[in-house]
């Protein structure tokens, strides 16, 4: 096993996508640290009550710090096709499996590296984000680290990432096609499943099956706050948790399923 996980390391990292895609995380992480930090510290004199940003200093620096979550986890949603998806679209699954005939080693190995990886993806949004984000909040006045939960938030983030790359991976498992799988994960990803959580907000029953949606259930990890659908309930972070970690378990394992029973040529 430790021999295929150093194969799946390898082959990502000897490639450019594995810095482009840090370079891009690292900046959507620092800009959106930069955006949210102006805007839950400029001055709310003239606003409404009713129209006012939170000003309790946890939640604030939650939202601060994880503001480009929302992108990076659609980064590492797209690592995880390709991790695969290029495998299928160069050939080079054939060699894979020859190399290491059991598949379900090869698999597993897919997994784990995924996670590590995604993990590493989580680091480096969290540079870019808390250094800048605790930058601008402490120069403003705002406490940067108000309690222990903003620890757990940064930490709760990095596991975000690696399960949204398992994510990815099954998807590119279930999609053949590489093109497709990327544009299909990502689109479902970013407007089809927040617009209908967004629709289903505004009906009772709806509103509970909303919040247990891959974004919403990332949301909750974070920051307990789903910005994108109004005064939903959310669930509680460990259960956002179990909730994102069962989607990644459900794909990665029929993605598992499917590549240990299919013929492969």
């Known amino acids: 096993m430790l021999g295929a996980i150093k194969s799946e390391f390898r082959k990502y990292f000897s490639t450019r996508m594995w810095w482009g895609m840090a370079m891009a995380i ?28 939170s000003t309790d200093p946890t939640e604030i620096a939650n939202s601060v710090y994880t503001a480009g979550l929302s992108v990076a986890y659609l980064l590492t949603l797209a690592v995880g096709v390709m991790q695969i998806g290029s495998e299928y679209r160069h050939k080079t699954i054939t060699s894979t499996f020859l190399a290491t005939p059991k598949r379900t080693r090869v698999m597993g190995a897919k997994v784990i590296s995924l996670l590590a990886i995604g993990a590493m993806y989580g680091v480096i949004s969290l540079i870019g984000s808390v250094g800048v984000g605790a930058l601008i909040l402490s120069s403003r006045g705002f406490e940067a680290f108000p309690s222990a939960e903003v620890g757990r938030t940064l930490l709760l983030s990095l596991l975000v990432l690696g399960l949204w790359a398992l994510i990815g991976l099954g998807a590119g498992i279930l999609i053949p096609n590489q093109v497709a799988a990327l544009l299909i994960s990502v689109g479902v990803a970013w407007i089809v499943e927040p617009v209908a959580g967004l629709a289903l907000s505004f009906l009772d029953w709806g509103a509970d099956v909303a919040k247990f949606f891959p974004s919403s259930a990332t949301q909750a990890i974070v920051s307990g706050v789903d910005t994108s659908m ?15 970690a069962a989607y990644a378990a459900v794909l990665a394992g029929i993605g598992t399923m499917l590549t240990v029973r299919k013929d492969i040529s």
């Open 26 to 53: 690292f900046l959507v992480s620092a800009v959106f640290a930069l955006g949210f930090a102006f805007l839950y510290t400029m001055d709310q004199s003239g606003v409404p009550p009713e129209q006012q940003m």
């Open 230 to 244: 109004g005064q939903m309930d959310q669930l509680e972070w460990w259960a956002g948790a179990l909730v994102l």
